[in-house]
């Protein structure tokens, strides 16, 4: 190995590999991991190959992981020790690719993991985002985000000779290819393909992440998920989503000819999962390309329905994407003679059903003004493309990711689609890569398990469950605790350093990270942090000392999220420059979390907070990589969470609040007041108006927290106050349980050791045999 170390040294630096400096050993490594990725060969039995198409692919730091999949970190590790060295120094100059956000991109990227190691073909396509989403900074305990350059720094990306030509309404504009070979347990690889433009400018973005949204030509691939709060912002969207559509078709045909066969067979040799409605134009353009090279237009729209699955990923009906019909006929007009005859297929076949209609006419408010200057309100009808619709309509599958979320689906959000297409609804429930999650950023707690039960767990995560043969053995229970207090001083560490906050690692880690957004009720949690402060002040303290650990995101446009984020950072200062109350209590959100942050908050993790509003959450993936990794789960019957609690047992996570069902019908009832909870419930009504106290608005922009206190009142429409009394009793029991260690300790393992259904290497399994059939 260090011969090839050395060689690749000198071709690259003229030098050899004991003289680098640390970020030119990263570029050593780097390079020589994708060498040995590219000599991995895919497994020629399948047939058919999937082309797995998402907006995002969170895909965390590669140098570890590679290292690991290919069998020579431990090598890496030694020779790096003898020359001074550490693997996690090395580490700590790779940049993490800014290529996603949350949930959906990390699901995207354990997939594309199970995948290889599952040895089966399937490439992920995407967009090459040089910006990223953002770089998360706080000034003034508020969110500013800053641009995330992080390609300069990166040797991951292998620049291809692939291009095609992307043609808009106004402009056409040159894709290259860019590959980033994915590394998995098994013996071969896969490949992410992500297309960018050579006329990219990140010169262009001035004052935080602002930048000209309408020079296509130098900002398309420049950041994730643009603010889309204007139509110039929204119009951006859509050209990123149709020359990511445009590529993959491009590719997949290619491909598929360059493979020895025809476009007819596409069906035959290929399956496109489009993860959420942001590839959904995918179906219009390959039915675009296939009918440009001689495939009647029925046959194509056969041809391609056959070939195409969709996974949705919301219950909220907002977020399934709708674009003006004349923006995407200004912007790709190629479409809409495509749109409009799949539109009048199901106009034909169900004319009486509007909701089933792909294009639909909404009415608009729009304003106006008179003649002597006073604004007033117009309807006007406007055209809308429903992309989920036209996703539901021309593929083969439409899969959940929960059993809660895809029931909700057939009841409530699609339940016309569910009634004539029965056949095309399935469960999948996501999983999360255990290689990652804990396999190699938990070693010392893997190898502990692979002493007590074999290495077999590995390969097949169920077998995790022989850990239940040492549920009364306390050496073992007390050997996890040590291991789990283990990851509780790294992290602190890591934030002692990086954030310069101290943790005490002998309090509780209560952990919320995922993006920022109302229905996951991270407001709540501000909301017990200040009920648990105002009992501190009267003498009444928690059983144990916590600390709350918050780590999110909120998009820049979403105002109420980063009143939210406000209202953490506040609460941080508070308790903070509070000594008698930090003996008790401790508030951090940690800055700009990502997948490496991930990596050191969830071995950490003594309780896992999964506390969406009950029917809101399609499944979560957080819940399950802390469970994993030895955390309790206080959380609503939501989600994954459901599954968990069945696996678990209802006496080893911690429920509280309203049922699904009931919060549905509250909305349908509109039967929820905030404002009678409020007034009626002083505690609730006390911790509400702690917000705009004169204590904290020492720290703080009393017009942000001003909004956030009057949208709980007057409108909370993810319901916190509705579960904030339960949300508080049941959570200060959890408490109270793990001053007993043993049974605390039981709870954690019994979470480990249930924790097999949730791998990622599961859940591509259930979608090959059901839905891709590779």
């Known amino acids: 190995m260090i011969n090839n170390l050395n060689q690749l040294s000198e071709k690259i630096y003229n030098t050899d590999f004991k003289s680098l400096d640390n970020e030119q050993i990263y570029k050593v490594l780097s390079e020589l991991s994708n060498q040995m990725l590219l000599q991995r060969k895919q497994n020629s039995k399948d047939k058919r190959k999937l082309y797995y198409l998402s907006a995002e692919f969170l895909i965390g730091k590669l140098l570890k992981n590679n290292l690991e999949n290919l069998g020579i970190r431990d090598e890496i590790e030694k020779i790096l020790l003898e020359n001074g060295k550490t693997l996690a120094q090395i580490e700590a100059v790779e940049p993490e690719p800014s290529l996603g956000n ?135 969207r859509i050209y990123q989503q149709y020359f990511m559509v445009c590529n993959a078709a491009y590719l997949i045909l290619k491909e598929l000819q360059d493979n020895g066969h025809s476009l007819d067979e596409l069906d035959k040799y290929a399956v496109v999962q489009i993860n959420d409605t942001h590839p959904s134009m995918i179906i219009p353009e390959l039915i675009r390309q296939l009918t440009q090279n001689g495939i009647a237009f029925e046959r194509a729209v056969e041809i391609v329905t056959n070939t195409c699955a969709y996974t949705n990923h919301t219950i909220l009906l907002e977020a399934l994407e709708k674009w003006p019909y004349e923006s995407l006929k200004q912007i790709v007009p190629q479409l809409i003679p495509i749109i409009n005859k799949l539109n009048e297929i199901i106009t034909e076949k169900y004319p009486e059903n509007e909701s089933l209609h792909i294009v639909r006419n909404v009415p608009m408010k729009f304003k106006k003004v008179s003649s002597i200057n006073k604004p007033y309100y117009i309807l006007k009808n406007i055209k809308i493309v429903h992309m989920a619709t036209m996703a539901i309509h021309f593929s083969k599958s439409t899969n959940g990711v929960a059993q809660l979320h895809t029931d909700i689906l057939k009841e409530d959000t699609l339940k016309d689609f569910y009634k004539i297409y029965p056949e095309k609804f399935s469960n999948k429930t996501n999983g999360i890569s255990f290689r990652r999650f804990m396999y190699y950023s938990n070693r010392q707690l893997s190898d502990y398990i692979t002493k007590l039960i074999g290495d077999g767990y590995k390969k097949d995560s ?229 917000i705009i106290s004169d204590e904290l608005n020492k720290y703080a922009d009393l017009t942000k927290l001003e909004a956030l206190h009057y949208d709980l009142i007057t409108k909370d429409w993810f319901m916190a106050l509705l579960d904030l009394q339960d949300y508080i009793k049941v959570k200060n029991k959890l408490i109270e349980k793990y001053n007993d260690p043993i049974a605390y300790r039981k709870m954690s393992l019994v979470n480990i050791a249930n924790s097999g259904y949730f791998s990622a290497d599961r859940t591509i399994q259930d979608y090959n045999n059901d839905i891709w059939k590779l």
């Not at 296509?216 to 603010?227: H, R």
Request: proline share 2%; hydrophobic share 40%.
């Open 102 to 236: 949350g949930g959906l991109g990390r699901l995207a990227s354990c997939f594309l993991d199970s995948l290889t190691s599952l040895d089966l073909k399937g490439d992920g396509v995407g967009i090459n985002y040089h910006l990223g989403l953002f770089k998360q900074t706080f000034k003034n305990n508020s969110q500013l985000e800053i641009p995330n350059p992080w390609l300069e720094k990166s040797n991951a990306l292998i620049k291809t000779d692939v291009t095609n030509i992307v043609k808009f309404g106004d402009l056409e504009l040159k894709a290259v290819m860019y590959d980033l070979p994915i590394s998995g347990s098994g013996q071969t690889s896969n490949t992410l393909h992500l297309f960018d433009i050579e006329t990219a400018d990140e010169s262009i973005v001035k004052d935080g992440i602002n930048f000209d949204k309408k020079d296509i030509k130098k900002n398309l691939t420049l950041f994730l998920y643009p603010d889309d709060s204007d139509l110039d912002g929204r119009h951006l």
């Open 462 to 690: 169920n077998k995790l469950k022989e850990l239940m043969k040492y549920i009364d053995d306390e050496k073992v229970l007390n050997k996890f605790a040590q291991i789990k207090k283990d990851a509780k001083i790294n992290l602190s560490n890591y934030i002692k350093e990086t954030e310069n906050i101290y943790l005490d690692d002998s309090y509780i880690f209560d952990v919320q990270i995922k993006r920022l957004h109302e229905y996951k009720r991270q407001q709540m949690n501000a909301l017990y942090v200040i009920d648990t402060y105002l009992k501190i002040k009267k003498g009444i303290y928690p059983a144990h000392p916590i600390c709350v650990i918050f780590g999110a995101k909120a998009a820049p446009a979403y105002t109420m999220a980063k009143n939210i984020i406000h209202l953490i950072l506040c609460l941080q200062q508070l308790i903070e420059n509070d000594k008698d109350v930090q003996k008790h209590l401790k508030v951090i959100m940690v800055t700009n979390y990502n997948v490496d942050y991930a990596e050191k908050i969830i071995p950490a993790a003594d309780i896992s907070e999964q506390i969406s509003l009950a029917s809101k959450e399609a499944s979560g993936t957080g819940n399950m990589k802390m469970m994993l990794n030895g955390a309790v789960t206080i959380g609503t019957m939501d989600g994954a969470n459901v599954e968990i609690a069945e696996y678990v047992g209802k006496e080893n996570i911690y429920i509280f609040g309203k049922s699904a069902q009931e919060v549905i019908k509250l909305y349908e009832t509109n039967g929820y007041k905030s404002s009678e909870i409020y007034e009626n419930n002083q505690a609730v009504k006390d911790a509400v108006d702690f």
